[in-house]
């Protein structure tokens, strides 16, 4: 097993300071790798891995161990608590969802870790909550209306804090913060699938550093 000495308060300051989660849904451990190894390099400090990847809770530990404090790994698409428990026995940090899981919001809760329970309408953002979901992250957030959905929903729920999926861009990307979305999480616009078939960690750093950039002026004002 893999141990962590960050609390569940550091991670979630991290989140909130970076304002951008990263998440990895490739193909390969290779692309994988090249992928965070990009994000080091462009200093941030965060990275999802999705268990849709070949052989993800072992590429979850080898980070760890690679990267150390540089780097917070976690578990994405986590669909049930069996899964739940190896990522974080593995050194997975945190836990996201893309859809309201309890069994594994009551494990993540069971070991102390950071979880990001997906959800989309205001009924299910008001359950993941209730059930003790560190953040709420919407998804997929572009398709309901991207940055004013979110504003929508801060109306009636202005205690639950967001992160927005799908549908984030450089171009949009601080308005989802200013928007009231304490995190944007962005896949392929950072991780490009050519770079990544290339090898090419610099193109993959250079990508997060623009998300990163772009995101800076909303973050300084939230």
């Not at 994988?32 to 590429?59: F, K, Y």
């Not at 205001?122 to 560190?134: H, I, K, L, S, V």
């Not at 919407?138 to 504003?151: D, E, L, N, Q, T």
Request: charged letters at 20%; hydrophobic letters at 45%; proline letters at 5%.
């Amino acid at each position: 097993m893999v141990n962590s000495h960050r609390s569940k308060a550091d991670i979630l300051g991290q989140i909130r300071q970076t304002g951008l989660l990263p998440v990895v849904r490739v193909t390969s451990r290779e692309h994988a790798l090249c992928a965070a190894e990009g994000v080091v390099r462009a200093g941030i400090p965060l990275i999802e891995i999705t268990l849709t990847i070949p052989g993800a809770i072992e590429t979850i530990k080898e980070l760890t161990e690679r990267y150390g404090s540089k780097l917070i790994v976690g578990a994405g698409t986590v669909l049930d608590a069996g899964l739940c428990h190896a990522a974080i026995q593995n050194g997975a940090e945190f836990i996201v969802s893309p859809s309201l899981e309890l069994p594994v919001l009551a494990a993540a809760k069971e070991h102390e870790v950071v979880c990001i329970s997906g959800a989309l309408t205001p009924t299910e953002a008001m359950a993941a909550w209730r059930a003790g979901a560190d953040l709420v992250k919407i998804f997929p957030c572009g398709s309901v209306g991207g940055a004013k959905y979110i504003r929508a929903l801060k109306g009636p729920f202005p205690q639950i804090d967001f992160v927005a999926t799908s549908g984030v861009d450089i171009h949009n990307a601080a308005e989802f913060i200013a928007s009231g979305t304490i995190a944007v999480g962005v896949g392929e616009k950072i991780f490009d699938p050519i770079a990544l078939q290339e090898g090419d960690a610099d193109r993959v750093c250079s990508n997060a550093v623009r998300f990163v950039t772009a995101l800076q002026p909303a973050l300084r004002h939230g």
